[in-house]
């Protein structure tokens, strides 16, 4: 009898084990990284504080590489994903539009990230970047489309712009119209630049939750 009583008393006291958080990893270059912000401004903190208010248990990772191409991302992708990595946020392809890479090399390696997260059962939400108009319709057409088409084809979570949280009616208006939201470089977003980022992805990242949990 004594021995029931002490076993239901350690049941008692040890209770249910506490749920790890989920962890999320962000591949991304220095969009994701902070470029130019101090650390606590940047988009992975400020997407945290979001998730975190909204009742998500989850641990952000922040895996951006300021200059990072999609080459680049695809080249570190294995060791981002370690065992404890439930998701990816991939966010990558600034670089390449800088560099005008071939939209088809693009292509091609963020195929190969989603390919190698599809292997390794974790999920993604890929985010999107949109070609300017100075390499022409053509170019601008077939880079744009890497995104919808891969997200598809891979059954990801997506958001069509990384800058979807400024754009207005789905396009990101003249720098000189937004121009407050980002650093002097007119490229990467400032703290009020990134919150407004944030409050677009962030759905999505609860979208994502969703889909690991459901699993």
């Not at 004594?2 to 790890?20: D, N, Y």
């Not at 392809?93 to 997260?117: C, T, W, Y």
């Not at 990134?194 to 759905?203: Q, S």
């Amino acid at each position: 009898m004594m021995r029931k009583v002490m076993t239901g008393i350690v049941l008692v006291l040890s209770g249910p084990a506490a749920a790890e958080p989920l962890v999320i990893a962000a591949l991304g270059d220095s969009l994701t990284q902070g470029y130019g912000l101090p650390a606590e401004d940047g988009l992975v903190p400020q997407l945290q504080s979001w998730l975190d208010q909204n009742g998500a248990d989850v641990q952000l990772i922040n895996a951006g590489v300021s200059g990072d191409t999609t080459a680049g991302g695809l080249s570190r992708v294995a060791w981002t994903m370690t065992p404890d990595v439930d998701a990816m946020i991939v966010a990558l392809g600034g670089n390449d539009l800088l560099r005008g890479l071939d939209p088809a090399v693009s292509r091609a390696n963020i195929d190969g990230i989603l390919e190698a997260a599809q292997e390794a059962q974790v999920e993604v939400l890929l985010v999107g970047m949109n070609a300017p108009g100075n390499y022409g319709p053509a170019y601008k057409m077939s880079f744009d489309a890497i995104y919808p088409e891969l997200a598809d084809q891979y059954g990801t979570e997506f958001l069509p712009s990384f800058f979807a949280g400024l754009s207005v009616d789905g396009a990101l208006p003249p720098l000189s119209e937004v121009q407050e939201f980002f650093q002097p470089d007119g490229v990467h977003p400032n703290k009020q630049g990134v919150a407004k980022i944030v409050t677009a992805m962030g759905p999505k990242v609860l979208d994502l939750i969703a889909e690991i949990k459901a699993d």
